[in-house]
C-alpha cells in the first residue's frame, strides 16, 4: 500500500517562501504521476502542480514562476518550493500520487480523479 506523508507547512508572510515535503514508500515517486493540490476552505481542491515519471514539471498559471515542482528519487520524496506567496495561496496542501501511465500526466492538464493516493495535508497560512 503507497502512502504519502506530506511535513513542512506553516505560517509565513506575504512574498516570504516555504517548503513542503511528502515523503512516499514504495518507490512510488519514480514511477508515477505525483502532484500537489490546494483546498481553500468552501472550495473544490485544485491543482498547483506535478511532475511526470520522466522528471517534466507544469504549473496551473496562478503560480507559475513562483512555485517549484521538484523530486528526490533516492529518497522517494516530493517538494514544493513557493516563493512570493500571496495571502491568496493559503490552503491545505495535499500531494498525490498516480497514474504509471503516462497519457493521463502529460496532456496538459490533471484532474483530481486522476489521483488514487493522498496526503492527510498541510496547512499553509499567509499573512498578508
Known amino acids: 500500500q503507497v502512502q504519502l506523508e506530506e511535513s513542512g507547512g506553516g505560517s509565513v508572510q506575504a512574498v516570504g517562501s516555504l517548503r513542503v515535503s511528502c515523503a512516499a514508500s514504495r518507490n512510488t515517486i519514480g514511477r508515477h504521476c505525483m502532484a500537489w493540490f490546494r483546498r481553500v476552505p468552501g472550495k473544490e481542491r485544485e491543482v498547483v502542480a506535478w511532475?511526470?515519471?520522466?522528471?517534466?514539471?507544469y504549473y496551473v498559471a496562478s503560480v507559475k514562476g513562483r512555485f517549484t515542482i521538484s523530486r528526490d528519487l533516492a529518497n522517494d520524496t516530493l517538494y514544493l518550493q513557493m516563493n512570493t506567496l500571496k495571502a491568496e495561496d493559503t490552503a491545505i496542501y495535499y500531494c498525490a500520487a498516480g497514474s504509471r501511465f503516462d497519457r493521463y500526466c502529460r496532456r496538459g492538464f490533471v484532474l483530481e480523479g486522476d489521483f488514487g493516493v493522498w496526503g492527510q495535508g498541510t496547512q499553509i497560512t499567509v499573512s498578508s
Open positions: 511532475l511526470d515519471r520522466h522528471g517534466d514539471t
